[in-house]
């Protein structure tokens, strides 16, 4: 079955602190993303990669970067962290040849941002 | 906007009973339609897809989707505690910088009670 990975699994940040959330994928899948789950919001795409080198804004890119440096990873940074965003993130990856949207969600990495 | 709606937010259904989950899209760019499940602390799983008009069903889930009206339900018969889950209803509009990329309902919390 496809393997997505994510580090930290839990991780407790500083405001003003950088963060960087880890992704890998196993699947060797062109598209990977990455959301946040909200109570009340449900999922919310922050980020996504159609592929090593390639970042695209998802609806709320706002205070995030991401970085694509090769097929199998793909990694959310938070420059400055700020207590908006103390969260939940899944990465994800799609086979892009589908096209038809099925993801393979990671466990999630839970962020708490004092 | 919120472009996907989910109903309701909550549902309790007996065990052995049918759970009916419905979904509704604002944006005609959404030709496909998927159903996830998130049980607690996972990330969320592809449950089924549904791309055409009509019913489509798999072992106690159907799903039906009218494009007309871009709304979609999902039904579950003999309901089992394991069933217990945050359903998302997910779209996407699958054209050009948009493959792949889904777009996330709310959610809506099942509980199956004995």
């Known amino acids: 079955e496809a393997a997505v990975t994510q580090s930290p699994r839990n991780k407790v940040a500083v405001t003003g602190g950088k963060v960087t959330l880890s992704c890998n994928q196993t699947?060797?899948?062109?598209?990977m993303y990455w959301y946040r789950q909200d109570t009340g919001h449900g999922l919310r795409l922050i980020h996504y990669s159609y592929g090593a080198g390639s970042t695209e804004k998802g609806d709320i890119p706002d205070g995030y970067k991401a970085s694509r440096p090769s097929q199998e990873n793909f990694s959310l940074i938070l420059e400055l962290a700020t207590p908006s965003q103390t969260s939940v993130y899944f990465c994800?990856?799609?086979?892009?040849?589908?096209?038809?949207?099925?993801?393979?969600f990671g466990e999630g990495s839970k962020l708490t941002v004092l | 906007q919120q472009k996907v709606q989910q109903s309701p937010e909550s549902l309790s259904v007996p065990e052995g009973g049918m759970a009916s989950l419905n979904c509704t899209s604002s944006?005609?760019?959404?030709?496909y339609f998927w159903w996830y499940r998130q049980h607690s602390g996972e990330g969320p799983k592809a449950l089924m897809s549904i791309f055409s008009d009509g019913d489509k069903k798999e072992g106690r889930f159907t799903a039906h989707l009218n494009k007309a009206s871009l709304h979609v339900s999902l039904h579950i018969r003999d309901s089992q505690p394991s069933d217990s889950a945050l359903y998302f209803c997910?779209?996407?509009?699958?054209?050009?910088?948009?493959?792949?990329?889904?777009?996330f309902g709310h959610g809506t919390i099942l509980r199956v009670h004995p």
């Open positions: 997910a779209a996407s509009a699958n054209t050009g910088a948009n493959t792949g990329k889904l777009t």
């Open positions: 944006d005609r760019n959404f030709q």
């Open positions: 994800a990856s799609g086979d892009a040849r589908g096209n038809t949207g099925q993801l393979y």
């Open positions: 699947n060797n899948h062109n598209n």
